[in-house]
Nanobody, 121 residues
Framework: QVQLVESGGGLVHAGGSLRLSCVAS?????????????VGWYRQAPGKQRDMVAT???????NYADSVKGRFTISRDNVKKTVYLQMSSLKSEDSAVYYC??????????WGKGTLVTVSS
């Protein structure tokens, strides 16, 4: 059974920072297996589709949505089986539910339940 648990969301003023964390557990992450998966963060604002924010592949190559480049940083700790999203210079348009995602080499996707980020202007 795969479980992804996000944390770190909350209410922040525009220009502020937050750090999201996602801890993975489950048999597919046993031993060093977490390191082979691409992990990422997606977000969904009310009435909008879920969009990619940032991903980081097994080799450490990261990819960002244009809207967050230079402001957000994704990182992973394969020993702790955790993926982070450091968000800085937050804007009101960053307000959304943020979801952790694991994409396996077999192209299976797993999702967390999400953590709410609200940026007040």
């Amino acid at each position: 059974q795969v479980q992804l648990v996000e944390s770190g969301g909350g209410l922040v003023h525009a220009g502020g920072s937050l750090r999201l964390s996602c801890v993975a557990s489950g048999t597919i992450f046993s031993g060093t297996m977490f390191s082979i998966h691409t992990v990422g963060w997606y977000r969904q604002a009310p009435g909008k589709q879920r969009d990619m924010v940032a991903t980081i592949a097994s080799g450490g190559v990261s990819n960002y949505a244009d809207s967050v480049k230079g402001r957000f940083t994704i990182s992973r700790d394969n020993v702790k089986k955790t993926v982070y999203l450091q968000m800085s210079s937050l804007k009101s348009e960053d307000s959304a539910v943020y979801y952790c995602n694991i994409n396996t080499p077999y192209d299976m996707n797993y999702w967390g339940k999400g953590t709410l980020v609200t940026v007040s202007s």
